[in-house]
């Protein structure tokens, strides 16, 4: 950084410079505790599925049904997060979500699927 008067700001190199300083305490973050990542590829990969499917909603017959949509992208992603097949997941709940009481409905989410298919 101590060159960036040397280096044309509109550069790969300059723009590299200028947002490393603009960033330079959270990048700081990152050598002070060794849980954090160097990048943020996996989260990047999971918001492919919403992207897509935000530009596939234009195409729902109406706001309810494009609403019922971002809903099962967001189940689907979940199950990635948590390793599960996404389609076994949707199989079980749907199956059981008639019978399951309102109180009890959290333990349907994804998380709480995940743990309890691993008792069994």
């Given amino acids: 950084m101590a060159n960036q008067n040397h280096v044309l700001s509109k550069s790969a190199l300059g723009k590299a410079i200028i947002y490393a300083r603009h960033e330079y305490e959270a990048l700081g973050n990152y050598f002070k505790d060794g849980?954090?990542?160097?990048?943020?590829?996996?989260?990047?990969?999971?918001?492919?599925?919403?992207?897509?499917?935000?530009?596939?909603?234009?195409?729902?017959a109406s706001e309810n049904e494009a609403e019922c949509?971002?809903?099962?992208?967001?189940?689907?992603?979940?199950?990635?997060?948590?390793?599960i097949d996404a389609f076994v997941y949707l199989d079980d709940i749907l199956k059981r979500l008639p019978d399951t009481k309102k109180s009890k409905l959290r333990e349907l989410l994804p998380d709480k699927w995940a743990a309890q298919t691993k008792k069994i």
């Avoid at 849980?35 to 729902?60: H, T």
């Avoid at 949509?69 to 390793?83: D, N, R, T």
Wanted: glycine fraction near 8%; hydrophobic fraction near 40%.
């Fill in 69 to 83: 949509a971002a809903i099962i992208y967001s189940f689907v992603e979940s199950c990635k997060l948590q390793g």
């Fill in 35 to 60: 849980r954090y990542a160097i990048d943020n590829n996996e989260l990047e990969q999971l918001m492919r599925g919403p992207v897509v499917g935000r530009k596939n909603y234009m195409f729902c």
